[in-house]
């Protein structure tokens, strides 16, 4: 007998492990989420393992690595690679320096230009492209050095791509580390882990 759901489960964990918390280290998620879960994450990492098993996180990562998959496979006449991670350093107003570091789903070089496809998976296509991934894609364009980042959306209802050129600098990026606002976005708290606990928690 083969037992595929442990496979599935051993590599959500592996990849758990590969994200492990870093002194010094953010990466371009942070950057776009509410600043308080990274301290939480530290403190309690505990409340954050029902992800380890969420059916609908498992999803996305699936549609991702099939989504990488295709691209690979069906795009001539540029170099594709997939999960491709980079890091740069960034100084903060106190004088000290921290890492970022993030990880494209695909990067596509060729043609002059340097491009990346980042996928979203979505329940309904309300509201797509949404703001904290249109900011993710701007850190990545800073990041990576590209032309270009590619928000791939597949949705029940529409699969659809959208072009973000803009990109963040190193203050705002800068900026966004030293931001004490929490949440960042107004909808996050529904959705958090840290909201069992949190005095920030915004109810809404
Ligand atoms: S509950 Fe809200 S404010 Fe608190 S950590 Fe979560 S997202 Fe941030």
Known sequence: ???????IYEYSRRER?????????????DLVRCPLKR?????YPELSLRDLFNPRLIVGTLVHRGVEGLVKELLT????????????????SDGSEVEV???????????????AVEVKTARSDKSIPQRHHVDQ???????????????????????????????MNDAE???????????????????????????????T
């Open 1 to 7: 007998m083969v037992d595929l759901v442990s496979i």
């Open 17 to 29: 492990e590969r994200h492990k918390r870093e002194e010094g280290v953010f990466w371009v998620t």
């Open 39 to 43: 301290v939480y994450e530290t403190i």
């Open 77 to 92: 006449g540029f170099k594709v690679e997939v999960e491709v991670e980079g890091s740069r350093r960034v100084l903060l």
């Open 101 to 115: 570091r993030g990880r494209l789903d695909v990067l596509i070089v060729g043609n002059g230009s340097r491009e």
């Open 137 to 167: 894609a701007r850190a990545y364009n800073w990041l990576f050095d590209l032309d270009r980042v590619y928000l791939l959306y597949i949705t029940p209802e529409r699969i659809s791509q959208y072009t973000v050129e803009d990109r």
């Open 173 to 203: 990026v800068a900026e966004r580390i030293e931001s004490r606002r929490a949440p960042r976005y107004q909808w996050e708290c529904s959705y958090c882990n840290y909201s069992v606990l949190c005095p920030s928690k915004v109810v």
